[in-house]
């Protein structure tokens, strides 16, 4: 065996090797490739699907803002509705022509009962009524009517000797109805929404 074929052997066993070492490196390089590839794939994948769920969220939260902005808006609409109806009856109480005598008999009657016999009582009421309230006011012992009394009808009556003061008025009644009755009213306005 001469010099040249061991150095031929040699370079041939060096080719093969080298060979080997390429494919094997091309190999681990398919496979890093292969990794890179299907991790940056999931990378996309994962991302695409916390961009959709904050897309998600964000529609949502736009979405429960809007519905809340639309019930304030509605129940705005309602409370300005029935304050309108309040003022509506509030009118119509104050205009009252037919019955006011009779009401406001009433509630002196009422207020009357919580005062001694013998006490003097002054009487407030609406200044459009003062004439009405002097007239019934001559049928009650120890009662006078004292001055106007910002309200719609119906009388304030207090006695310094028993400190009691009554508030008898139509704006007292009104109240005490619309607030038992709110609920019903409210029902009855906006049944069909």
């Given amino acids: ?80 509705i029935l304050q309108d109806v309040r003022a509506e009856v509030e009118t119509a109480i104050a205009e009252l022509e037919d019955g006011r005598e009779e009401l406001t008999r009433a509630l002196l009657d009422d207020a009357a009962t919580e005062f001694d016999d013998d006490a003097t009582v002054r009487v407030y ?19 006078e009517y004292a001055d106007a009394y910002d309200c719609l009808g119906g009388v304030v009556a207090e006695s310094e000797q028993s400190r009691v003061r009554v508030k008898n008025t139509f704006d007292s009644v009104l109240e005490e109805v619309w607030e038992d009755n709110l609920r019903e009213i409210s029902e009855r306005l906006f049944e069909d929404q």
């Fill in 125 to 143: 009421g609406r200044a459009a009524d003062e004439e009405l309230l002097e007239s019934i006011l001559d049928e009650y012992d120890g009662f």
């Fill in 1 to 80: 065996m001469s010099l040249d074929t061991v150095v031929e052997d040699i370079r041939d066993e060096a080719r093969a090797r080298a060979e080997e070492i390429r494919a094997e490196a091309d190999s681990e390089a398919e496979e890093i490739l292969a990794e890179a590839k299907a991790d940056a794939e999931q990378i996309r994948e994962d991302h695409e699907q916390e961009v959709e769920r904050e897309i998600e969220q964000k529609r949502e939260q736009a979405l429960s803002s809007a519905k809340l902005e639309a019930k304030q808006s509605r129940l705005e609409a309602r409370r300005d």
